[in-house]
């Protein structure tokens, strides 16, 4: 079956601009997570959903930084008025069930580079 | 101080030797992740364990929840498992490890 698929694979934007990521979970799974590898940085969370709980936001580095899951399915991440330290690879995973029994399922994860 | 330490950082091997990269962490866990990121930066969840000892294939991963440790062993290492592991562990969130980068010479 399809794994977790994420795009665009590589986006190149100007400072100041909106992007939008999309991730599209593997079907049937309700937990989605969001991470981020900086250049030269380990994973970092930023957000996770778990059916249709309210998510948890904790790891979102600022106010610029959003995204929701639509029908329990695609997430979308926009980060508004990029900064050149958004910089990184936006990393999606999702897993059967969340929390300690859910092994997670990496996507390729989207390249952002912001000039 | 990291709430997850991975030793070393960078390990280097002979084809055939067998190779242990270790990972502590500080904090409460329900589980404790394995992961593999090949150059092309695709991850791979190798482990998750909350107790004891898995086996798959020629990796070994083990936690020790009273010392808060964690081994993942690969025995007769090849050039194909290099790539970086990183230890994650799962609290209400997974909090990673700065990772390990294992090269493998042939």
């Known amino acids: 079956g399809a794994g977790v698929s994420q795009s665009p694979s590589n986006k190149v934007t100007e400072k100041g601009k909106d992007v939008e990521l999309r991730c599209d979970p593997i079907?049937?799974?309700?937990?989605l997570y969001w991470y981020r590898q900086s250049l030269g940085q380990g994973l970092e969370f930023l957000i996770y959903?778990?059916?249709?709980?309210?998510?948890?936001k904790s790891g979102l580095p600022s106010d610029r930084f959003s995204a929701e899951r639509t029908g329990g399915s695609v997430s979308t991440l926009t980060i508004q008025r990029t900064q050149q330290e958004d910089s990184a690879v936006y990393l999606c995973?999702?897993?059967?069930?969340?929390?300690?029994?859910?092994?997670?399922?990496f996507g390729p994860g989207t390249r952002l580079t912001v000039l | 101080k990291n709430e997850v330490e991975q030793s070393p950082q960078n390990l280097t091997a002979q084809e055939g030797e067998f190779i242990t990269i270790n990972c502590s962490y500080s904090?409460?866990?329900?589980?404790l992740h394995w992961l593999q990121q090949h150059p092309g930066g695709g991850i791979v969840s190798l482990f998750m364990l909350s107790s004891g000892k898995k086996k798959h294939g020629r990796l070994i991963a083990t936690i020790n929840i009273q010392e808060k440790h964690s081994s993942l062993h690969i025995t007769a290492s090849h050039p194909r498992d290099s790539a970086v592991y990183i230890c994650a562990v799962d609290t209400d969130k997974l909090i990673f490890g700065t990772g390990t980068r294992l090269q493998v010479f042939p």
């Open positions: 995973a999702s897993s059967f069930t969340g929390g300690a029994a859910g092994e997670q399922f």
């Open positions: 904090v409460g866990i329900s589980a």
């Open positions: 079907s049937g799974h309700t937990a």
């Open positions: 959903f778990q059916g249709n709980s309210a998510p948890d």
